[in-house]
Every structure is written in C-alpha cells, then in structure tokens.
C-alpha cells in the first residue's frame, strides 16, 4: 500500500480493498496496520526552534544592531574594554530574550494542545466518537452538520451534501459533494466532487466517507509544510517595529547633527565619535523586547490559569480595547443543554421534566403526573422527534453526567424527549426503516425522514413552526387526521405564541401518511399536504454566572449585544432576565437589516440591544456596522454559523468544551470550560497587559530621553561628555533592566476594568505619555547638567559619577512615577508589587558595586561618593517627584 495523491479517480471498491476496509468499518488490528503504512493524523508541527537559533535571531532588532555597529566603532578607536563591555551586555541581553522567548513559544504550544477535537467513524460494525489524532486511513467518517472533516476522504454515500472549503479556496460559497466514480484529472483536487479535505467543515447534510490521507499527507498538511518557513508579525510588534524604526531614524539624524555641530566648535574627530555611540546607546531602549515578551507570557499564563486560551497574541490588543461585546444565545448566555419542557399536542399543553441531557422525565397535564394511557397521545410526536434527530448523547462515567457529544443540541432535546416516553431512535429504525432524509440546514429550516413500514412510507418532519404549520392542511388529533381550520391554525399559534414569550425556542412536527414516491423532490418543489401532529418547546436554560458577568463587562465600559436566531419575544424575555435589555433599547431583525441602507444600519446599531431572527450573513453585517462606527467589537459564538462572524470580529471568542471544532478554528480565544464569567476576566487581563506594555516603554523612553539630552546639551554647552557610552550601557542594560522586568509582573489595577477602554495608538506613544516622556527628560537633564557642572573641578571621574548616579536615582524615582497615570506615589497601591521592591533593591546593591567595588570603578571609570554628595544627587533628584505629583494632582480624573 502507497500514497497517491488522485485517490479520486479510484472506485470505492478498489479503495477497500486498498485499506482492508469496508462500509462495517476497520477491525482493530487493521486499524494498527493501517496506522503504521500510512502514519497517524497530526500536522507536522512547526520545528521548534532550538535555542541557539533563537539567540542568533535576537540580532535582528534594530536595536541590537545599531549597538553591534556601535561597539565596534568603540574599539576601532581603541577604547577596547568600553566596547567589550557594549557587546558583553548585548550578549546578556540577547541571552535573557533568547529564554523568555522560548518560554513563551512553549507556553503558547502547549496551551494549544489543550483542545481536543472528536470525529465519528464505523468500526467494527458499531459507531463511535474518537479522537482526530486517533483517525487512520481506511476509517469510515460519519460526517454531518457541523462536524470539521478529518483528514482528505474519498466520499461512499451522500444525502444533500454541502462543504466550505474556504480554508483551502478562499471561497465562502458552499460545495456540493457527492459519490461518483468518475472525475476529471483536469481539475485541481480541492474541485473534486467526491472528496473532502482535512479543515473543512460540513454546512448541511449527511454522508459516508472513507478516509484516504491523514496528518502531513493530507492537503492541509502539505500546506502547512510550506507555511513552516513564514513568520507573521502580530500588530503589537508590528508597533513596536513602527516605533523603533522612528527611534532609530531620530537618532541618526540627530547625531549626525551633533558630530557636526561638535566638530564646528573645534572638538576631535575621535572624541566625536564617541559622543555619537554615547547618543546612540542613551536613545536605544534595549530592554523593550524582553519586557514585551515577559508581561504577553505572564499574561498568557496567567488567562490559561482561568482556563481562557489566547490562541493568538494579537488578541491581546482586542482584549484590552474591546468596547463592543455581541454574545450569541445559544451556548454563551444559555448552558446548550437544551430540553424539551412543553409539548403541544391534542389541543392540550403538556409539561416535561429532566434534567438535562439525562433520558428521565415525567409527564404532567395541568400539574397531575400523566398515567400511561394518556401518554399513547403523544406516541406520533415522541417518533417525529426520534427519528428525525441525528444527535448523540453518552453518559460521562468520569462525572456522571449524560451529555450531548455532536449533532445539534435542539435535536439531541428531540432525542432525550422520545426516550423519556420510550421510543429508541435505533429500535424504532428497525421498524421504520430509515429510506431518505433530509437534514437540517438554515435554508430550508426543517429536518425531515422518509420511513418504510413493510409497504407504508410515512414523511417525518420537525422543524420552524411557520414552515410547517404553513405547508399542514389537516391535523392529528385523538388518533384521527382531520382538516386544519383557520381557527384551530390560530390556536396553534396563540399556543406558540405563549412558548415563546417564554423563552422557548418552538419545534413543530407534522406527517404525511401518503407520501409520494417521488418524495426525492420534496427539499426542492418544497414541503406540502402536511398533517400538523403538535409543537414542541424547547427550552436552554441561562448559565447561572451570566447575570453578574454581564452587569461587571457594562461596569467596564463594555456595551453587551446579543444576537440570535430566535423570536424577538424570546430573545428580548432571556436579554432582559440576564441584563442586556432595559427599557428605552431597540430590536432589530435580519428583516430589517435586508430593507435598510448601510448608513441607516450604521445609526441603528448604536442603540440596539438585542438583534433576533439573524443568519450568518445578517452577524457580519452587524459587526461590520460597529467597525465602521469606530468600535472594537468582539464576538462569542459556539456554532457552524458562527464561524464567519467570530473571524471578521476583532476578537472572536469561541465555547471550548461544547462549541463546534469549526468554531474554534475560527476563533481568536476559547473559553476551555465554557464559562462566560471568565469573558469579563480575560477583558480585564488584555487591558492590564495592555497598560502595563505602555507603562514600560513610558519608563524606557522618558529614562533614555533624559540620557540623551544630557549628551546634547553637554555638546552645544562645550562641555566633556558627562557619561560613557560603557556607563549608559550599565544603566540601561543593568540597573534598567532588572526595575523594568519588576514593572512587567505589575499586580492587576482592579480599577482600570471599571473605565471606558482607550482608542489604540498606532505607535502605542500617546499624547499624555509625550508629555510625560519630556517633562521627565527635560528634569533629569538640568538636574544632571548642574551637578555635572559643579563637580567638573574634582576630576572628570567624580564628574562622570555624579553625572551616572543622578540619572540611576532619578531613574529609582520614576519608576514609582510611572506605575500610574494620575494616583499618587503615596497611595497604598505604590508599595504592593513585591517583585518592584526587590528589583529596586538589586538595582541599588548594582549600583553601589559600580561605584565604590575597585574593579567596577576601573571598567567603569567611577569613584566613591560620600554622604554630602548623595545627599545632593536626592535632594535634585526628588524633584521629579515634586513634578509629577503637581502634575497628576491638577490634572486627574473624577473616577480616581
């Protein structure tokens, strides 16, 4: 047995036999075999970096390069041991995010890897759910609505079957697919009409496959194969990127300046340069990518610890500037565990009890407990919903829950109903013999069967009660079909009408006892000559966290949506229970949305609440509206029809535990444990993440600022240089670092998630964060300056001390400066990270090393200093404080 690549050509019987396999499905030992000659069914994951190549490619930052070029040009005029240490610490530093970089590939893997995916197959006669990695060649697939496809299978049998392969074509439109023997080898294989592909998914529909290719011998997986070698930068970096770029062209240019500015006024060509690398390595901000990289990993870590996975780091952007939140119903706000609690059947209306997806339930008909007999009315309705459902549902030993494992919940609903009145799908099918159907899709919005019975074929449906009850001319009643008057049609209604002000999603089912044989042409000359058998109201009950969640996401600025395919009665009765709908909102239907303008839409959004009867098509309308309105919006949803509108959202969120594989794909995150609290956490983690990247490179550039424009103006006062270029790398590298890295594992400001999310910058750099950046520059630079000055008479290295201990003081002061915009240095928050103490106090001990340890002071080219000296070096110092509290005092918000 080989691999081909044109198993499309081959007949299904030749593919058995090619596989040892068959429509009863594999054995287990072919299933070993056929695992062993054709490999097991898992991409070729991209190679992990080793860390050698992850170090070498710290060396592409355009920071790191312009030091490279800088300590070079340091020894070439012979100052060898200041570039031997510019280029000891880029190696440190190289190597620190070399580790923090790998630590975040291997958080994020494994994250991943966290969600499985299941598929049903044929083996051994019986049908079972497996995992997709389990999937061998030779499997049977059982694929129907919903369900991602596998692996590449050759299809066996169909029944109105529809595939997107847009993550292969790029084409939304849905493909037709069916059996044939017979293809043409001058289309591409992704237009073979008899095969499916790994990745896709099934819109509607049933059928058979045998699976012919798994993992890297799939077409996704050669795909995958070539896209290894491809790197994406997320936004945030891009951003950063944007913003080194300006910071290096600044630099540039502005020591271009300098040098001729400084060769003017008569200093050597020598002395020049070396003010150019001083420049240079005082505007560089070297720590930046590693403090980038640490705060996206601890904030990664600590999302996955709430069990929310961040499955792309660009949805922490999203997270932290989402100002719009759309919830899908069904499977966000409610558990999806539907139930059926009221049936409508004989002109009287029924309660139902359970729990769940458990198949026991009683019977009740005006709170009396129904006996037997009474329950044969209700025989007809039980079989509709048996057998027109394709879900499944297994009892968890593990938890000891029953729970719904694929198919579509309502139909599951369907399923548990029948079995609490004693009807088995799988026993009834061997009485009535399952010949045609037709499942489920949202064109035609009904789910129908064609049964033999010896020679009796009967048409089963359920499905939208307008589509039924419309196309019914007669009803059901006492075992008797009788003609459907216009009363009893309003009857029918008022009763559906009270089903779903209720909050239930209503399921008509309906017969045909003398079905045509031509009943293959049923889906397309449409439903009719129907007898109307009763309704069914389906109820999903609201997760018990939703109500807090919402109330804490509109606390944050968050305005909530929710959308839905259900009635408006419906959705506006669960929206206003959990908080998403008070008086004065609007409504808007998919109706609607067909018959308004864009710009009309644009405007109606801004004060809708609840958006009902929507399809997939009305959701991206919807999300497209807000983004044109200026906001970040993010979407949840768990189904098949989901998946469009979770990927043009700027932040999709999907179910983990119940939503559909096909969602998940779509998704930006993954609620693992499906809890929609943990919505309102991860809000709140992207905006600390988020605040806490722009306080660190606040603290960076305002620091480096005042580095530099103490060379500067040194250079248009004629002075020496008041720092080297091996000083500055110290303070940077050393000294900064360590108070930095304790900046990034910030505690979370629980005040922050209860503000209205800021617009994004595109350099990250704000106005007020320019402001701050100057002031801060401009009191370190006259601060340093005057000390320099007055210290120029004790010697240069006394000079270059007092010059390198005022900036690492000013520095130990900023840092607390820049923890918060408008609070206080001396409010409780200043002093609860643990981590910032302990990395100012090894900055401190650093310091005291570079300057009084005899060998610091050699490389260093530093002295001791006595108390009067700190005394001054405070004294100047503090004054950046002074400022920023007169600063923050005058100009803060109300809400502080």
């Not at 070396?274 to 005082?282: E, Q, R, Y």
């Not at 399952?434 to 899709?441: L, Q, S, T």
């Not at 307008?466 to 009788?482: D, H, R, W």
């Amino acid at each position: 047995m080989i691999y081909k690549e044109n198993w499309y050509l081959e007949k299904v019987s030749d593919l058995y036999d090619n596989f040892h396999s068959s429509l009863r499905g594999l054995n287990d030992y072919d299933v070993h075999k056929n695992r062993k000659n054709f490999g097991v069914n898992v991409l070729n994951k991209k190679k992990t970096e080793n860390f050698l190549h992850t170090f070498i490619s710290q060396f592409k930052s355009y920071f790191i390069v312009t030091l490279l070029i800088a300590s070079l040009i340091v020894i070439s005029l012979g100052e060898y041991l200041d570039g031997l240490i510019i280029f000891s610490i880029i190696i440190v530093n190289s190597i620190i995010g070399a580790v923090q970089e790998g630590k975040a590939k291997k958080t994020l893997m494994a994250l991943q890897d966290a969600v499985t995916s299941y598929s049903t197959v044929i083996r051994d006669e019986k049908t079972i759910v497996i995992k997709d990695i389990e999937v061998v060649a030779g499997d049977i697939l059982v694929l129907k609505d919903g369900d991602l496809v596998p692996a590449d299978a050759r299809l066996i049998e169909t029944n109105s079957f529809l595939v997107n392969q847009s993550v292969l074509t790029g084409e939304s439109v849905s493909v037709a697919k069916k059996n044939v023997d017979i293809s043409s080898k001058n289309l591409p294989i992704v237009d073979q009409v008899n095969m499916v592909f790994k990745g896709t998914y099934v819109v509607s529909g049933l059928a058979y496959a045998i699976v012919v290719s798994v993992g890297p011998d799939t077409i996704i997986g050669n795909i995958a194969e070539k896209l290894e070698t491809l790197h994406t930068d997320v936004p945030l970096q891009n951003n950063i990127k944007n913003l080194s770029k300006i910071i290096i062209l600044s630099v540039l240019a502005l020591s271009f300046v300098i040098f001729l500015v400084g060769i003017f006024n008569g200093q050597e060509v020598v002395n020049m340069f070396l003010t150019v690398v001083a420049l240079s390595v005082a505007a560089i901000p070297e720590s930046l990518p590693v403090v980038v990289t640490l705060v996206l990993v601890a904030g990664v870590f600590r999302m996955s610890k709430k069990n929310v996975l961040v499955k792309r780091l660009q949805a922490v952007e999203a997270l932290g500037q989402a100002s719009i939140l759309a919830l899908d119903k069904t499977g966000t706000i409610t558990s999806n565990e539907m139930q059926v609690t009221k049936v409508f059947a004989n002109d009287k209306l029924f309660d139902v009890t359970g729990s769940g997806y458990e198949p026991v339930g009683e019977i009740f008909l005006d709170n009396s407990k129904v006996i037997v007999e009474e329950k044969k009315s209700l025989d007809l309705i039980a079989k509709i919903s048996a057998l027109t459902s394709i879900a499944s549902i297994e009892f968890d030993e593990e938890k000891k829950v029953w729970k719904h494992i694929m198919g579509d919940p309502t139909e599951a609903a369907l399923k548990v109903f029948a079995e609490k009145l004693g009807f088995n799908k799988n026993e009834l099918e061997r009485e009535y013999k399952n010949i045609f159907e037709i499942p489920f899709n949202f064109h035609n919005k009904y789910h129908a069967t064609v049964n033999r019975q010896e020679d009796e074929k009967t048409f089963f449906v359920s499905g939208s009660p307008e589509k039924i009850i419309g196309a019914s001319n007669t009803v059901y009643k006492n075992g008797e079909v009788v003609t459907l008057s216009v009363a009893e049609q309003e009857r029918i209604k008022k009763y559906m009408q009270g089903m779903a002000e209720n909050g239930q999603r209503v399921i008509a089912c309906a017969v045909n006892f003398n079905v045509e044989n031509n009943y293959s042409e049923i889906e397309k000359n449409g439903l009719k000559d129907l007898t109307f058998v009763g309704l069914l109201g389906v109820q999903d009950a609201i997760r018990p966290e939703v109500k807090d969640a919402v109330k804490r996401a509109q606390q944050a600025g968050i305005k909530i949506v929710m959308i839905t395919g259900d009635y408006e009665t419906t959705a506006v009765s669960i929206a206003t229970e959990v908080g998403i709908f008070c008086e004065g909102d609007s409504t808007l239907s998919g109706i609607e949305i067909d018959k308004i303008s864009e710009v009309e839409l644009l405007e109606k959004v801004k004060n809708t609440a609840v958006f009902f009867r929507v399809s997939p098509q009305h959701k991206l309308k919807i999300i497209e509206a807000y983004k044109k309105n200026g906001e970040i919006i993010a979407m949840t949803g768990d189904g098949i029809n989901d998946a469009l509108s979770l990927t043009d959202a700027d932040l999709g969120i999907a179910m983990g535990k119940k939503g559909t594989e096909v969602a998940r794909e779509a998704s930006d995150i993954v609620l693992v444990d499906d809890n929609f609290d943990n919505v309102t956490s991860a809000v709140e983690e992207g905006r600390n993440m988020y605040s806490t990247i722009r306080k660190s490179i606040l603290y960076l550039l305002s620091t480096n600022m005042g580095e530099m424009m103490v060379i500067v103006f040194a250079v248009f006062l004629v002075l020496p240089l008041p720092l080297l270029a091996s000083q500055i790398i110290w303070l940077n590298m050393v000294t900064d670092t360590f108070l930095v890295a304790a900046l990034a594992l910030e505690p979370k400001n629980r005040k922050l998630v209860f503000r209205r999310p800021e617009k994004p910058s595109k350099w990250i750099v704000d106005r007020l964060m320019v402001i701050r950046i100057l002031s801060t520059g401009i009191l370190m630079t006259i601060g340093t300056l005057v000390l320099f000055i007055n210290f120029l008479p004790d010697g240069l290295e006394k000079a270059w001390t007092i010059s390198l201990t005022t900036l690492t003081v000013f520095q130990w002061f900023n840092l607390f400066n820049i923890r918060s915009k408008y609070e206080s240095i001396f409010s409780k928050r200043s002093f609860n990270n643990k981590y910032l103490l302990l990395g100012l106090i090894l900055a401190i001990v650093l310091h005291f090393l570079a300057i009084y340890h005899p060998f610091m002071q050699t490389v260093l080219h530093t002295t001791a200093l006595n108390i009067v000296e700190w005394s001054l070096i405070l004294v100047v110092s503090v004054s950046i404080v002074v400022f920023e509290e007169i600063r923050k005092f005058f100009f803060r918000p109300k809400y502080i």
